[in-house]
């Protein structure tokens, strides 16, 4: 059972990695990536966790902006950790993302939500990645709405009037990065309509060209249609198809293994990074 998409505490997921690893083993799972957004930081926790049975796949995902302003995410698997330009990046993303939360919190306030930084950095655990589903943790806590999912239906989801967007690298850009570092690159739930806005089928064809190798196509957020459109592209320009749970902890619904990858896709996928990185014990 090979699961390549999972959040942790490093981001806005709710397990720690250790705990993550250990749900991972006790469940049959045995390729697992970790894919926290805009950070790498949770690695080394995973790997001092991992025990025998489980293959570690490590990764990040990354949050990219369009030129046209679609935000949309790019899963880099098995780069190597230590390079210079893609930490940076990651960093210079996690530090946009301070400024976009406070604009986020003066728009609500501005609409009578009371919330402050303070309440966010309250929920948020330490050094993670911070992100709306932080802001939707400081909502419920001010007992403004019930849930996460309650807080993005109306105030935080991506066509909400209180959406901000933050600096980010481009989906090619992302691509070239993850590939220089030598990993290999997968676009997340690109077709994720109930989100927000979506990529064009022509946009696949210059992140192809930058060396993007494979897309997610089985992912909640995307329906059966959604998926086969997405199998045709990635049949059209001979791209990996993968499939993944997505999973938060208790932040989402998404059942770690829900949605799978094929054991071929996986192999293929692995082959194309430049070193053999998955983690073993
Ligand atoms: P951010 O990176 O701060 O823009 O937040 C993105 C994260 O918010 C995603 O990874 C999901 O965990 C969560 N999210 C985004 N859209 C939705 C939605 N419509 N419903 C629930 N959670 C969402
Ligand atoms: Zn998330
Ligand atoms: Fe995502
Ligand atoms: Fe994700």
């Not at 949309?72 to 990651?90: C, I, K, R, S, Y």
């Not at 990065?177 to 676009?187: D, E, H, M």
């Not at 089928?201 to 995307?222: C, T, W, Y």
């Amino acid at each position: 059972m090979i699961d390549l998409h999972t959040h942790t505490t490093c981001s806005d997921g709710t397990d720690t990695p250790h705990y993550l690893i250990n749900k991972a083993l006790s469940e049959g799972i045995s390729v697992l990536a970790l894919t926290d957004h805009d950070t790498t930081s949770g690695w080394q926790a995973a790997i001092d966790a991992l025990r025998p049975g489980l293959d570690l796949v490590l990764g990040a995902e990354i949050s990219c902006l369009t030129n046209d302003g679609l935000s949309v995410h790019m899963l880099g698997l098995l780069f190597d950790g230590t390079n210079q330009p893609m930490q940076e990046a990651l960093e210079n993303t996690r530090d946009g993302r301070i400024p976009r939360m406070h604009k986020m919190i003066e728009l609500l306030r501005e609409a009578g939500y009371k919330i402050t930084f303070a309440d966010v950095e309250s929920v948020v655990p330490e050094g993670a990645t911070l992100g709306r589903p932080h802001l939707a943790d400081a909502l419920v806590k001010a007992g403004i709405v019930k849930s996460r999912d309650e807080a993005f239906l109306d105030l935080l989801n991506n066509n909400s009037p209180f959406y901000v967007s933050h600096l980010a690298p481009t989906p090619v850009e992302a691509i070239k990065l993850i590939r220089a570092a030598g990993g290999v690159a997968v676009i997340a739930h690109p077709f994720a309509t109930h989100r927000g806005e979506i990529l064009a089928s022509e946009d696949f064809l210059p992140m192809k060209e930058a060396g993007l190798n494979g897309i997610e196509v089985d992912h909640r957020d995307q329906t059966m249609q959604e998926r086969d459109q997405l199998r045709k592209i990635a049949a059209e320009l001979n791209l990996v198809m993968t499939g993944s749970s997505d999973y938060h902890g208790t932040g989402k619904l998404n059942a770690l293994g829900e949605n799978l990858t094929d054991p071929a896709q996986w192999a293929h996928l692995e082959s194309m990074a430049n070193e053999r990185r998955v983690v073993r014990k």
